[in-house]
């Protein structure tokens, strides 16, 4: 896992609690502070109220970046993306987690609990967490997905 022990914030809804534990421990054993937005229950929830108490931390800066876990990590994502600011990816790889953190800066990593296991999304998370923005020709891209330069519709 990184060496900078930045803060994340940590949100799932009831499918994706058992691999929200499990990279809860492993940010906490990096170091990292960690903000649990939940959910800590078996119980139904609604996966939008925990993406959004997540990019809410990282939009505020109490956290640099998020990680969400659902059964898919699709609903979490689209969730994420409502939220100007907030750049989601769904990760199933190391490779999606460097391109995304290196080509779209991405702030949010989201996973689905039903679809990877425990081992390939820690791998995803330490790539994800540990690849810096490269800027550049994709600075001017990010800049185009600003509310204000998406073209009205027609
Ligand atoms: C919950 O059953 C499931 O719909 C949710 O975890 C997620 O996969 C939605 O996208």
Do not use: W
Request: aromatic share 4%.
């Amino acid at each position: 896992m990184s060496e900078t022990p930045f803060p994340i914030a940590i949100g799932a809804d009831h499918a994706g609690l058992p691999l929200k534990l499990v990279l809860q421990q492993a940010l906490a054993e990096a170091g990292h502070p960690l903000l649990d937005c939940g959910t800590n229950a078996t119980a139904s929830v609604d996966y939008p109220d925990f993406a959004h108490a997540v990019c809410a931390a990282v939009l505020d800066g109490r956290a640099s970046f998020g990680v969400l876990v659902c059964g898919t990590g699709i609903g979490m994502s689209i969730a994420a993306t409502r939220h100007a600011g907030i750049r989601a990816a769904v990760l199933h790889s190391t490779t999606e987690a460097r391109l995304t953190r290196a080509h779209n800066d991405a702030n949010v990593a989201a996973f689905g609990a039903r679809l990877v296991g425990p081992e390939v999304a820690l791998d995803a998370l330490r790539a994800f967490l540990d690849t810096a923005f490269e800027g550049g020709r994709h600075a001017r891209r990010l800049a185009k997905l600003a509310p204000n330069a998406i073209p009205a519709n027609g």
